[in-house]
Protein backbone atom coordinates (compact mmCIF):
# COMPACT_ATOMS: atom_id res chain seq x y z
CA UNK A 1 0.00 0.00 0.00
CA UNK A 2 1.38 3.41 -0.58
CA UNK A 3 1.81 6.01 2.02
CA UNK A 4 -0.82 8.40 0.26
CA UNK A 5 -3.41 6.00 0.92
CA UNK A 6 -3.11 5.03 3.88
CA UNK A 7 -2.65 8.77 4.65
CA UNK A 8 -6.06 9.59 2.76
CA UNK A 9 -7.40 6.97 4.84
CA UNK A 10 -6.77 7.81 8.46
CA UNK A 11 -8.03 11.39 7.39
CA UNK A 12 -11.20 10.23 6.51
CA UNK A 13 -11.17 7.94 9.69
CA UNK A 14 -10.37 10.94 11.59
CA UNK A 15 -12.82 13.50 10.24
CA UNK A 16 -15.91 10.65 10.68
CA UNK A 17 -14.81 10.44 13.93
CA UNK A 18 -14.94 13.78 14.57
CA UNK A 19 -18.11 14.61 12.86
CA UNK A 20 -19.97 11.62 15.51
CA UNK A 21 -18.97 13.67 18.00
CA UNK A 22 -19.10 16.89 17.24
CA UNK A 23 -22.32 16.83 15.25
CA UNK A 24 -24.88 15.80 18.60
CA UNK A 25 -23.26 19.14 20.35
CA UNK A 26 -24.12 21.24 17.32
CA UNK A 27 -27.86 19.58 17.01
CA UNK A 28 -28.54 19.41 21.18
CA UNK A 29 -27.92 23.09 22.78
CA UNK A 30 -30.34 22.21 25.49
CA UNK A 31 -29.91 18.96 27.98
CA UNK A 32 -32.13 16.06 26.71
CA UNK A 33 -35.10 15.28 29.50
CA UNK A 34 -36.69 12.45 27.45
CA UNK A 35 -35.63 9.28 29.89
CA UNK A 36 -35.93 6.79 26.88
CA UNK A 37 -33.45 9.21 24.35
CA UNK A 38 -31.15 9.43 27.84
CA UNK A 39 -30.84 5.43 27.85
CA UNK A 40 -30.65 5.08 24.23
CA UNK A 41 -27.80 7.12 24.18
CA UNK A 42 -25.97 5.68 27.09
CA UNK A 43 -26.24 2.13 25.79
CA UNK A 44 -25.63 2.42 21.94
CA UNK A 45 -21.24 2.43 22.54
CA UNK A 46 -22.10 -1.27 24.93
CA UNK A 47 -24.44 -2.33 21.99
CA UNK A 48 -21.69 -1.43 19.01
CA UNK A 49 -19.03 -3.09 21.33
CA UNK A 50 -20.80 -6.16 21.77
CA UNK A 51 -22.15 -6.39 17.66
CA UNK A 52 -18.03 -5.98 17.24
CA UNK A 53 -16.89 -8.35 19.47
CA UNK A 54 -19.07 -10.56 19.99
CA UNK A 55 -18.65 -12.57 16.08
CA UNK A 56 -14.94 -12.55 16.79
CA UNK A 57 -15.51 -14.94 19.89
CA UNK A 58 -16.05 -17.84 17.84
CA UNK A 59 -13.68 -17.51 15.79
CA UNK A 60 -10.88 -16.60 18.34
CA UNK A 61 -9.87 -20.02 19.42
CA UNK A 62 -9.17 -21.06 15.36
CA UNK A 63 -5.86 -20.72 13.94
CA UNK A 64 -4.67 -18.88 11.18
CA UNK A 65 -5.39 -20.88 7.94
CA UNK A 66 -7.59 -23.48 9.24
CA UNK A 67 -10.99 -23.87 8.89
CA UNK A 68 -13.29 -24.32 12.19
CA UNK A 69 -13.72 -27.58 13.62
CA UNK A 70 -16.31 -29.09 16.27
CA UNK A 71 -13.12 -28.66 18.38
CA UNK A 72 -12.37 -25.08 18.09
CA UNK A 73 -16.37 -23.98 18.08
CA UNK A 74 -17.05 -26.26 21.45
CA UNK A 75 -14.23 -24.20 23.09
CA UNK A 76 -15.33 -20.67 21.98
CA UNK A 77 -19.15 -22.08 23.57
CA UNK A 78 -17.66 -22.94 26.53
CA UNK A 79 -16.19 -19.61 26.80
CA UNK A 80 -18.61 -17.80 25.99
CA UNK A 81 -20.81 -19.47 28.55
CA UNK A 82 -18.35 -19.30 31.34
CA UNK A 83 -17.30 -15.64 30.21
CA UNK A 84 -21.52 -14.63 30.59
CA UNK A 85 -21.84 -16.56 33.84
CA UNK A 86 -18.83 -14.74 35.39
CA UNK A 87 -20.16 -11.27 34.19
CA UNK A 88 -23.57 -12.42 35.19
CA UNK A 89 -22.17 -12.76 38.80
CA UNK A 90 -20.65 -9.42 38.55
CA UNK A 91 -16.78 -10.71 38.54
CA UNK A 92 -14.48 -7.86 36.99
CA UNK A 93 -13.68 -7.75 33.44
CA UNK A 94 -9.96 -9.52 33.85
CA UNK A 95 -11.10 -12.30 35.79
CA UNK A 96 -13.52 -12.95 33.37
CA UNK A 97 -11.60 -12.84 30.22
CA UNK A 98 -8.89 -14.68 31.91
CA UNK A 99 -10.88 -17.52 33.29
CA UNK A 100 -12.73 -18.19 30.19
CA UNK A 101 -9.21 -18.03 27.84
CA UNK A 102 -8.35 -20.75 30.28
CA UNK A 103 -11.68 -22.35 30.22
CA UNK A 104 -11.00 -22.57 26.29
CA UNK A 105 -7.72 -23.93 26.43
CA UNK A 106 -8.61 -26.90 29.05
CA UNK A 107 -11.61 -27.70 26.97
CA UNK A 108 -9.56 -27.74 23.52
CA UNK A 109 -6.66 -30.17 25.63
CA UNK A 110 -9.42 -32.11 26.73
CA UNK A 111 -10.62 -32.35 23.41
CA UNK A 112 -7.33 -33.23 21.97
CA UNK A 113 -6.41 -35.95 24.60
CA UNK A 114 -9.53 -37.84 24.61
CA UNK A 115 -10.47 -37.90 20.70
Known amino acids: MERSYLIICMAIMAGVTFLIRV ?14 VQDFFYYIPF ?12 TSTVPNGE ?17 LVLSWRNRGLVVVAIVAVVSAILVEAAWAFFM
Open 67 to 83: VASAQHIVAAVVATQVA
Open 23 to 36: LPLAFFKKKIENNW
Open 47 to 58: CVLAAMTFPAVF
